[in-house]
């Protein structure tokens, strides 16, 4: 039996009378880890419901149980004349490209690679440069100097992340050591959370009090981690790794928080990706206490997911590469009001002042 292709379909009010003749359609094809992984699907899913509001225009999801279904999905879209089909995910390369070569009249998008065909805009970004920057933060912050880097598939698009991050750290604090460990080397590691908290548990008997995950769907399982643990004990410090600040020492805390870290202690704290995950470290909450995630590296999906549907609906679609980094809000840090408190405004004026070196290309960040 065949297996069914599943689309849901997000459409802006408009009138159902001129739906068919005049509405701009398009695409979505999605990743492993699905359309809300609270990250990198997400992001691209909260661009193009941005753009379907303010374009009035009908958007069609597809998410595929398995991998064999993809280019039946993307063929589809194509099929119906759609004005723009997007892959989300390198994974989603071949089966764009080859379609996009079967329909040299029609315009597609891809996300996080670069595709042979000529009809196909190539949307990448510098996940290095922002990556650098929570480095830079993490170093700040660490109690232990040890900090983490958990990658999801491993692969050189992740190698990236951990590349732009071990140099932030080192930047901020050559002695700190790097720690780093990849959930696993198919599609499968962006939706293996239970690996992802193994790994966590690894990581913190090393003394990481910070860690950075680029890994999906499998980041929830950090997320849990610290939910679970809040902190490292100075007796669960191992050998040759000691406190030596104490940042946090005057964020208020909630009574949980107290009484599962009391005596000589320090927080732990995720640091999240693609979307603005701080929200996820506030686990009583409440805001104005001590929350878990530090920060989180914006990977702005969304952003250019909605800057190529603009292009389409104002017939300047154009195939190629683009590159989306510091200077273009193609990347960055994520400060709210879930880590304010964590986050001095003198660690910040530090940070920015870092980005406009990045910028201006008076520091170079590696990729790998």
Not at 151 to 180: N, R, S
Request: with cysteine; charged share 20%.
């Amino acid at each position: 039996m065949k297996k069914m292709l599943t689309f849901t379909l997000i459409a802006a009010a408009v009138s159902s009378v001129a739906l068919a003749q005049t509405q701009m359609r398009v695409g979505m094809a999605y990743d492993a880890g699905g359309k809300f992984d609270k990250s990198f699907n997400e992001s691209a899913y909260n661009g193009a419901t941005k753009a379907a509001k303010a374009y009035g225009l009908q958007v069609k999801d597809f998410e595929p149980t398995d991998p064999s279904q993809v280019v039946q999905g993307i063929r589809a879209f194509a099929t119906e004349g759609f004005d723009l089909t997007i892959g989300v995910g390198f994974n989603n390369n071949a089966s764009i490209t080859q379609v996009a070569k079967e329909n040299p009249d029609l315009s597609f998008g891809l996300i996080d690679d670069v595709s042979a065909a000529p009809n196909v805009a190539s949307l990448t970004f510098k996940e290095e440069e922002g990556s650098y920057l929570v480095g830079y933060l993490a170093a700040m912050n660490t109690a232990t100097g040890v900090v983490g880097f958990i990658g999801g598939m491993d692969i050189p698009l992740i190698h990236k992340f951990e590349a732009g991050y071990t140099a932030g750290a080192k930047a901020a604090k050559p002695g700190v050591k790097v720690v780093a460990q990849y959930v696993g080397t198919t599609p499968d590691a962006w939706n293996n959370p239970g690996k992802a908290k193994e790994i966590a548990s690894g990581m913190r008997s090393k003394g990481a009090d910070i860690i950075f995950a680029a890994a999906g769907a499998s980041g929830k399982g950090l997320q849990d981690y610290i939910k679970q643990v809040q902190c490292i004990k100075s007796t669960q410090l191992p050998s040759g790794v000691k406190f030596t600040s104490d940042n946090f020492a005057k964020v208020p805390k909630a009574a949980s928080y107290k009484a599962a870290c009391a005596g000589n202690t320090r927080p732990m704290f995720f640091i999240g990706v693609d979307s603005d995950q701080n929200y996820l470290g506030d686990y009583d909450n409440n805001p104005a206490t001590m929350n878990h995630g530090l920060t989180s590296m914006m990977k702005r999906v969304d952003n250019a997911v909605y800057a190529l549907i603009s292009d389409v609906k104002v017939n300047k679609f154009k195939g190629g590469q683009r590159v989306f980094g510091l200077k273009d809000a193609g990347v960055g840090y994520a400060m709210d009001q879930y880590n304010r408190a964590l986050i001095t405004s003198t660690q910040i004026a530090k940070v920015e002042a870092i980005k406009a070196q990045i910028i201006s290309g008076k520091i170079s960040v590696p990729s790998k």
